[in-house]
Each structure stands twice: as C-alpha cells, then as structure tokens.
C-alpha cells in the first residue's frame, strides 16, 4: 500500500532505484518489474549497501511502530502512513540535510533549480 501511494503521488520514472531492506512487501520483483524499477537491496545481514533505507525502518520501528501495539496490518497501515506523511517527511530534522526536513530540503532544491 505505502509503496503504491509513493508511486502514485510521484510517478517517477523507469529505471529509479528503489533502496530496500529485505522485507518481502518492499522487494516486490513483480512491483518493480511492472514500473520498470531497479532494485536495490542489501545481503542479509549486510546492512551497509542500503544504509538509507535500514536507517528509515530503524527510525519507523523506534520512532511508531514499537510504541503502538496494532492488532492488525489494516489497523497498522494509516498509522505507519500519518507518521511518514505528516511527520517523518514533513517535520523530522535531518543533519544530512542542513537540518531540515525533507520535504523542505526538496522545496529548496526546486527553489535552486529555478534560479539557476
């Protein structure tokens, strides 16, 4: 569901490289076969290759998921999808970025783009 709405909103292209850890929901052959993605996924118990994507599920499960107590996956996906939508994207600062946001860091970069 999260990863169809990410398609959705974004439409990005063939060939994006999708980062993932080996969670069998997120490295769907048939999903990135149909829109053309590349996938990009770490051995196991090799964490390093995907470092950004193993970093956003520690920060989901320390952050959501191990301080909620779901009784199902249906009760699970809108909570997992408010915090990536109204918190982790939108709020959450990141000293990668500058110490901004993503969604702010994207906004300038756009910004960067047009002046340019």
């Known amino acids: 569901m999260l990863c169809g709405l990410a398609?959705?909103?974004r439409?990005?292209?063939?060939?994006?490289?999708v980062h993932s850890d080996r969670g069998?929901?997120?490295a769907s052959k048939d999903l990135l076969k149909a829109h053309g993605f590349v996938g990009s996924m770490s051995r196991k118990?090799?964490?390093?290759d995907n470092a950004v994507a193993e970093s956003f599920f520690e920060?989901?499960?320390?952050?959501?998921?191990?301080?909620?107590?779901?009784?199902?996956r249906l009760e699970a996906q809108p909570d997992v999808l408010n915090?990536?939508?109204m918190f982790y994207n939108s709020h959450r600062l990141y000293s990668y970025l500058g110490y901004v946001?993503?969604?702010q860091y994207e906004a300038d970069m756009?910004?960067?783009?047009?002046a340019a």
């Open 24 to 26: 069998s929901q997120y």
């Open 7 to 9: 398609i959705w909103q």
């Open 45 to 48: 118990g090799d964490c390093w």
């Open 101 to 103: 946001s993503p969604n």
């Open 59 to 72: 920060s989901l499960k320390q952050e959501r998921v191990h301080w909620r107590h779901y009784q199902t």
């Open 11 to 17: 439409q990005p292209g063939a060939g994006l490289v």
């Open 83 to 85: 915090y990536i939508s």
């Open 110 to 114: 756009v910004e960067l783009k047009k």
